[in-house]
């Protein structure tokens, strides 16, 4: 294997969370693949921050996840550059609202592409790679998981379907390599602005009365990939409680 630091893939890693979470891996001590979808802008910035702090240490990497024959080739050009995979963070998601009823096919398909196909068939491509590492595989889920709202119900359940694929992957990969998730509650509203009556009712629903903060989910992914030796197939709530109501 080529060098001495340890690889991951980060999926919509350009922004957001995903920025978050490449921020932090590459500060202790990854070498970063950084997929982004449409946000080429950001994830170039991303990249040059991350390169000025350490040269040859970040390949950018663009995919439709919903394009299944990109995913293997997100892996084998990470191995291609970097040598090695140790870790697989599948960060991207599909997110829209729809009233239920008239949900259709289309938007079905789409939530079930990015947020449970896509990772479960990246993990299939990464395993040789991260058996030989002996690495993990951290899947972003959701509190809507397990606490859906009824305005979203297909994307409820394809993080379901998520949660459900970290346990599969959990047995089907072990012992060598270890998946877990992490299900985030009130991080970060969404971009299009959220009802400001919602915004109470989710901040009364959480026990800590706060959102989280981006850096508490990187810390929570870190911590699974790097220092939770003992635990696989696990969904990690860093929802500040909001899972118990």
Same mark, same amino acid.
């Given at each position: 294997?080529?060098?001495?630091? *340890?690889?991951?893939?980060?999926?919509?890693?350009?922004?957001?969370?995903?920025?978050?979470?490449?921020?932090?891996l590459?500060?202790?001590?990854?070498?970063?693949?950084?997929?982004?979808?449409?946000?080429?802008?950001?994830?170039?910035?991303?990249?040059t921050?991350?390169?000025?702090?350490?040269?040859?240490?970040?390949?950018?990497?663009?995919?439709?996840?919903?394009?299944?024959?990109?995913?293997?080739?997100?892996?084998?050009?990470?191995?291609?550059?970097?040598?090695?995979?140790?870790a697989?963070?599948?960060?991207?998601?599909?997110?829209?609202?729809?009233?239920f009823?008239?949900?259709?096919?289309?938007?079905?398909?789409?939530?079930?592409a990015?947020?449970?196909?896509?990772p479960?068939?990246?993990?299939?491509?990464?395993?040789?790679?991260?058996r030989?590492?002996?690495?993990?595989?951290?899947n972003?889920?959701?509190?809507?998981?397990?606490?859906?709202?009824?305005?979203?119900?297909?994307?409820?359940?394809?993080?379901?379907?998520?949660?459900?694929?970290?346990?599969?992957?959990?047995?089907?990969?072990? *012992?060598?390599?270890?998946?877990?998730?992490?299900?985030?509650?009130?991080?970060l509203?969404?971009e299009?602005?959220?009802? *400001?009556?919602?915004?109470?009712?989710?901040l009364?629903?959480? *026990?800590?009365?706060?959102?989280?903060?981006?850096?508490?989910?990187?810390?929570?992914?870190?911590?699974l990939l790097r220092?939770?030796?003992?635990?696989t197939g696990s969904?990690?709530?860093?929802?500040?409680?909001?899972?118990?109501?």
């Amino acid at each position: 294997m080529q060098g001495g630091h *340890p690889v991951a893939l980060v999926t919509g890693a350009a922004r957001r969370l995903g920025a978050a979470i490449a921020r932090r891996l590459h500060a202790e001590g990854y070498d970063l693949s950084l997929h982004h979808r449409g946000s080429a802008g950001e994830a170039a910035a991303l990249a040059t921050e991350l390169e000025a702090a350490r040269a040859g240490s970040v390949l950018s990497l663009q995919a439709e996840l919903g394009e299944f024959d990109r995913l293997p080739e997100l892996v084998a050009r990470t191995v291609g550059r970097f040598g090695r995979l140790d870790a697989l963070v599948n960060n991207a998601s599909a997110f829209a609202p729809a009233t239920f009823g008239d949900i259709h096919p289309g938007h079905w398909d789409t939530m079930m592409a990015v947020n449970a196909k896509a990772p479960f068939f990246l993990a299939q491509a990464a395993a040789p790679h991260l058996r030989a590492a002996r690495g993990a595989i951290v899947n972003l889920s959701d509190v809507y998981a397990r606490a859906p709202r009824s305005d979203l119900a297909a994307y409820a359940t394809s993080k379901g379907a998520l949660e459900a694929a970290t346990r599969a992957l959990a047995v089907a990969l072990a *012992p060598e390599v270890r998946v877990n998730a992490v299900a985030p509650g009130a991080i970060l509203w969404p971009e299009e602005g959220i009802d *400001p009556a919602l915004r109470e009712r989710l901040l009364a629903m959480t *026990p800590l009365g706060r959102t989280g903060t981006p850096e508490e989910i990187a810390g929570a992914v870190l911590w699974l990939l790097r220092d939770a030796r003992y635990t696989t197939g696990s969904v990690l709530a860093v929802d500040g409680g909001r899972h118990l109501g």
